[in-house]
């Protein structure tokens, strides 16, 4: 059943109840006849939680792994075209997905625009290509950065500390959650007490995780935009490694985070006091010498400990070299005074210096060297020389793992489990997230639920109380019926909105459209209906106005409270109310999908979506590092010598830096350019550009120009009337006043 068949009843007191064969004629946008009401019966599989006992079993060579995940991609395609659960040997395979994120598997399959498929590589290429759509194949290449899955041993010994810790289910969050490595592999003594919110934006990983775990709440949407209520028990996961910088309007406290810091200091603040967080993250949330990310989580949390992994802990599963932090917080209960707060701050490693100065990591690490599972040292890396933590040989990590967790905060425990878990809204598959994600529901929508009136508040929804008796709290009960009434229409209104915006036959939900709006306004008159009352004064006779929205102003607090409002045209002379163009006409048209094919085009997206250069989005958008971005973009951006500062560059496209005071960039590209040779490039850039000078003659100035000195204007008239006047100007009203004394009597004030 259909959660608007399971909303209301539209006609079931009319003349037109039962009529679900009636032939409303051709409508606009309708490719044929309405579909008979009557459907073919699907075969039903129960859903089923998957879980991981053991290993994935993985595929030992690249290639085959990169097979494993087509041939997952090829399965999701065929359960959702059959619209069924996954059963247990389908759930194996799809669990196999591990993204494209290894370095191998990148470069073999996702070569830059024009370029061949490595060699070897080409019939897995073309079998993904073949496997998923074309917007798809693009997000896969743009999440390879961000594609890096967390390797059992890492996920389990994480679950075996925090049970240690006293953990007995709730509500448990995972930001990236990818297709759910933390899921799988939860405690099954605690199978059913756990109710997980996994945040996902790739669309395969998150589609995979849902046939996965159908019981729980998968979310497809930009975690940096997602409305998250703040009562969760635990927050876990494995957050994507990136340095872009997050500009998120909605948490201005958390601008100018990187993406990694972004998802931690956000996930924390969605605990409740007394909850736990465990992450996997780079070494850079710890190390990186800006404090801001740190002190802001300190506010609120603390560290209870970290464990550091050596590089190549995660090269086997997920073929990358990072060097890991396990990261173990606890949000402080109210009143709670904060722990040791050495892990703020950096500091140097003794006897490391080798002609570049010494190596500098975070202060917690020196105070407990144990928890370092390597041991600290330079090695090369894209940037030159830098901190590496090499592996130390004999020590077996998924022993020592264990052993290092376990020295973290031993006496700390978990708070008992509210009663009340965090679970999805049961929306009859309506999506819960923000207009710009294209979800069903927004925070603070209307949705009906077994004819229970309910709305999503803190992202999840919430039955509204509505009053009966004597009883003072809740909605009046005729407001709840006209907002129960309205939610047909809004939800129709926004499916001809998105058949259009996608390019889809819209006529039915038109149809659709018309029914619920004819079947509300036969109960409470139009949508805008609009009563005027006109009061008298007695005393001074001013007349003052009023005006209700009766049928408007319950459900003022729905975000698309106004979409509803205007489809109908309303005359508030006559109280009547006729459909609008959205009943019978396109009223929009389907957005056209920027093509990114190389640097340049991502260049052109960055300027048009944030307005500056970004380089680690245009990275993100070409799918490829922000090194092979910079040197693809050319002389299209350059260093900006002005806004720079050592730890942070500024990159302006090259109309921006060639415009404007060119001399001054330039002065500052040369001084710039002394103590980093990068600049010299931009240097050389603003030189070609220098304008030539001027010549006395190609400048004309006139008289009362506000870039004239006062005395030049006096110097002026004297050479010329010979009269020594005195002159004023106030340059801020523009004014120029000369004294008439020096005039008085003399030919030249004629």
């Given at each position: 059943m259909s959660l608007f068949d399971d909303q209301l009843s539209l006609f079931s007191s009319s003349s037109l109840s039962g009529a679900a064969d009636l032939f409303w004629g051709e409508l606009e946008g309708e490719d044929g006849p309405l579909p008979s009401p009557v459907a073919e019966t699907p075969l039903v599989i129960p859903q089923t939680d998957f879980r991981l006992n053991g290993t994935r079993g993985l595929a030992t060579s690249w290639k085959d792994r990169a097979r494993d995940n087509i041939a997952a991609i090829k399965l999701l395609d065929t359960l959702e075209t059959e619209d069924r659960n996954a059963i247990p040997d389908e759930q194996a395979v799809l669990s196999r997905f591990i993204g494209?994120?290894?370095?191998?598997?990148?470069n073999a399959l996702f070569p830059r625009a024009g370029e061949p498929y490595r060699t070897g590589w080409d019939s897995i290429g073309k079998a993904l290509e073949a496997a998923c759509s074309e917007t798809d194949h693009a997000a896969l290449a743009r999440s390879t950065q961000y594609a890096h899955y967390t390797p059992e041993y890492i996920v389990t010994a994480i679950w075996d500390m925090l049970m240690k810790r006293g953990f007995q289910g709730g509500s448990v969050l995972e930001p990236g959650c990818g297709v759910g490595q933390f899921i799988a592999l939860r405690p099954e003594r605690l199978e059913g007490q756990i109710a997980f919110t996994g945040i996902e934006m790739d669309s395969i990983a998150a589609r995979i995780a849902r046939k996965l775990f159908p019981k729980q709440w998968i979310r497809n949407e930009d975690f940096t935009k997602a409305a998250l209520a703040s009562t969760y028990d635990l927050a876990i996961g494995n957050p994507p490694f990136s340095n872009r910088l997050v500009n998120a309007a909605d948490h201005r406290e958390l601008r100018g985070f990187s993406l990694h810091d972004w998802f931690i200091a956000r996930s924390i603040a969605a605990l409740r006091p007394g909850g736990f967080a465990a992450f996997v993250t780079s070494r850079h949330t710890l190390d990186k010498a800006d404090l801001k990310a740190r002190q802001h989580i300190a506010e609120d949390a603390d560290l209870l400990g970290a464990v550091r992994l050596p590089a190549g802990a995660m090269r086997a599963d997920a073929g990358t070299e990072v060097v890991l932090d396990l990261l173990v917080f606890r949000k402080r209960m109210i009143g709670d005074l904060p722990g040791d707060q050495a892990w703020l701050e950096t500091a140097p490693v003794q006897d490391s210096d080798e002609g570049h100065g010494p190596l500098s990591i975070n202060r917690y690490y020196l105070d407990n060297p144990a928890q370092v599972l390597g041991r600290h040292g330079w090695a090369g890396s894209q940037f030159g020389l830098d901190y590496c933590c090499l592996p130390v040989s004999g020590v077996d990590?998924?022993?020592a793992l264990p052993e290092a967790l376990a020295r973290i905060a031993p006496e700390s425990r978990f708070l008992p489990p509210v009663e009340q878990r965090i679970t999805r809204p049961e929306l009859d598959g309506l999506r819960v997230g923000t207009a710009a994600s294209g979800a069903d529901l927004?925070?603070?929508?209307?949705?009906?639920?077994?004819?229970?009136?309910?709305?999503?508040?803190?992202?999840?929804?919430q039955e509204v109380p509505i009053r009966k008796g004597d009883q003072k709290e809740g909605l009046f009960q005729k407001h709840a019926r006209i907002i129960e009434a309205l939610i047909p229409v809004r939800d129709a209104a926004k499916a001809v909105l998105r058949a259009?915006?996608?390019n889809q036959p819209f006529g039915r939900h038109q149809h659709r459209l018309r029914q619920t709006w004819q079947s509300f306004t036969r109960q409470f008159g139009p949508i805008n209906l609009t009563n005027t009352t006109v009061r008298v004064n007695a005393t001074t006779g001013e007349e003052t106005e009023s005006r209700r929205r009766p049928n408007l102003q319950p459900i003022y607090d729905d975000p698309d409270v106004w979409l509803v409002s205007s489809i109908e045209e309303y005359d508030e002379a006559t109280q009547t109310a006729r459909p609008g163009p959205l009943f019978t006409e396109r009223v929009i048209h389907a957005p056209v999908e920027p093509e990114i094919h190389s640097a340049h085009d991502a260049l052109a997206v960055?300027?048009?979506?944030?307005?500056?250069?970004?380089?680690?989005l245009i990275a993100e958008l070409t799918g490829c590092t922000v090194e092979a971005a910079l040197n693809e973009l050319g002389e299209a951006v350059y260093l900006d010598p002005e806004a720079s500062c050592p730890g942070r560059d500024v990159w302006l496209a090259?109309?921006?830096?060639?415009?404007?005071?060119?001399?001054?960039?330039?002065?500052?590209?040369?001084?710039?350019?002394?103590?980093?040779?990068?600049?010299?490039?931009?240097?050389?850039a603003l030189e070609r550009a220098q304008p030539e000078d001027l010549r006395p003659s190609d400048i004309t100035a006139r008289l009362g120009a506000p870039w004239l000195p006062v005395s030049d204007i006096m110097a002026f008239t004297r050479e010329v009337l010979g009269v020594e006047a005195v002159i004023h100007h106030t340059a801020e009203v523009a004014c120029w006043s000369?004294?008439?004394?020096?005039?008085?009597g003399r030919a030249e004030a004629t």
């Amino acid at each position: 059943m259909s959660l608007f068949d399971d909303q209301l009843s539209l006609f079931s007191s009319s003349s037109l109840s039962g009529a679900a064969d009636l032939f409303w004629g051709e409508l606009e946008g309708e490719d044929g006849p309405l579909p008979s009401p009557v459907a073919e019966t699907p075969l039903v599989i129960p859903q089923t939680d998957f879980r991981l006992n053991g290993t994935r079993g993985l595929a030992t060579s690249w290639k085959d792994r990169a097979r494993d995940n087509i041939a997952a991609i090829k399965l999701l395609d065929t359960l959702e075209t059959e619209d069924r659960n996954a059963i247990p040997d389908e759930q194996a395979v799809l669990s196999r997905f591990i993204g494209f994120g290894a370095g191998e598997l990148a470069n073999a399959l996702f070569p830059r625009a024009g370029e061949p498929y490595r060699t070897g590589w080409d019939s897995i290429g073309k079998a993904l290509e073949a496997a998923c759509s074309e917007t798809d194949h693009a997000a896969l290449a743009r999440s390879t950065q961000y594609a890096h899955y967390t390797p059992e041993y890492i996920v389990t010994a994480i679950w075996d500390m925090l049970m240690k810790r006293g953990f007995q289910g709730g509500s448990v969050l995972e930001p990236g959650c990818g297709v759910g490595q933390f899921i799988a592999l939860r405690p099954e003594r605690l199978e059913g007490q756990i109710a997980f919110t996994g945040i996902e934006m790739d669309s395969i990983a998150a589609r995979i995780a849902r046939k996965l775990f159908p019981k729980q709440w998968i979310r497809n949407e930009d975690f940096t935009k997602a409305a998250l209520a703040s009562t969760y028990d635990l927050a876990i996961g494995n957050p994507p490694f990136s340095n872009r910088l997050v500009n998120a309007a909605d948490h201005r406290e958390l601008r100018g985070f990187s993406l990694h810091d972004w998802f931690i200091a956000r996930s924390i603040a969605a605990l409740r006091p007394g909850g736990f967080a465990a992450f996997v993250t780079s070494r850079h949330t710890l190390d990186k010498a800006d404090l801001k990310a740190r002190q802001h989580i300190a506010e609120d949390a603390d560290l209870l400990g970290a464990v550091r992994l050596p590089a190549g802990a995660m090269r086997a599963d997920a073929g990358t070299e990072v060097v890991l932090d396990l990261l173990v917080f606890r949000k402080r209960m109210i009143g709670d005074l904060p722990g040791d707060q050495a892990w703020l701050e950096t500091a140097p490693v003794q006897d490391s210096d080798e002609g570049h100065g010494p190596l500098s990591i975070n202060r917690y690490y020196l105070d407990n060297p144990a928890q370092v599972l390597g041991r600290h040292g330079w090695a090369g890396s894209q940037f030159g020389l830098d901190y590496c933590c090499l592996p130390v040989s004999g020590v077996d990590l998924e022993t020592a793992l264990p052993e290092a967790l376990a020295r973290i905060a031993p006496e700390s425990r978990f708070l008992p489990p509210v009663e009340q878990r965090i679970t999805r809204p049961e929306l009859d598959g309506l999506r819960v997230g923000t207009a710009a994600s294209g979800a069903d529901l927004k925070e603070g929508s209307y949705y009906l639920h077994n004819r229970v009136l309910h709305q999503i508040i803190g992202g999840a929804g919430q039955e509204v109380p509505i009053r009966k008796g004597d009883q003072k709290e809740g909605l009046f009960q005729k407001h709840a019926r006209i907002i129960e009434a309205l939610i047909p229409v809004r939800d129709a209104a926004k499916a001809v909105l998105r058949a259009q915006m996608d390019n889809q036959p819209f006529g039915r939900h038109q149809h659709r459209l018309r029914q619920t709006w004819q079947s509300f306004t036969r109960q409470f008159g139009p949508i805008n209906l609009t009563n005027t009352t006109v009061r008298v004064n007695a005393t001074t006779g001013e007349e003052t106005e009023s005006r209700r929205r009766p049928n408007l102003q319950p459900i003022y607090d729905d975000p698309d409270v106004w979409l509803v409002s205007s489809i109908e045209e309303y005359d508030e002379a006559t109280q009547t109310a006729r459909p609008g163009p959205l009943f019978t006409e396109r009223v929009i048209h389907a957005p056209v999908e920027p093509e990114i094919h190389s640097a340049h085009d991502a260049l052109a997206v960055c300027l048009h979506d944030v307005g500056r250069v970004d380089l680690p989005l245009i990275a993100e958008l070409t799918g490829c590092t922000v090194e092979a971005a910079l040197n693809e973009l050319g002389e299209a951006v350059y260093l900006d010598p002005e806004a720079s500062c050592p730890g942070r560059d500024v990159w302006l496209a090259t109309d921006e830096l060639l415009s404007g005071a060119v001399r001054t960039k330039l002065a500052a590209a040369r001084e710039a350019a002394q103590s980093d040779p990068r600049f010299a490039r931009t240097a050389a850039a603003l030189e070609r550009a220098q304008p030539e000078d001027l010549r006395p003659s190609d400048i004309t100035a006139r008289l009362g120009a506000p870039w004239l000195p006062v005395s030049d204007i006096m110097a002026f008239t004297r050479e010329v009337l010979g009269v020594e006047a005195v002159i004023h100007h106030t340059a801020e009203v523009a004014c120029w006043s000369v004294e008439k004394r020096a005039f008085l009597g003399r030919a030249e004030a004629t």
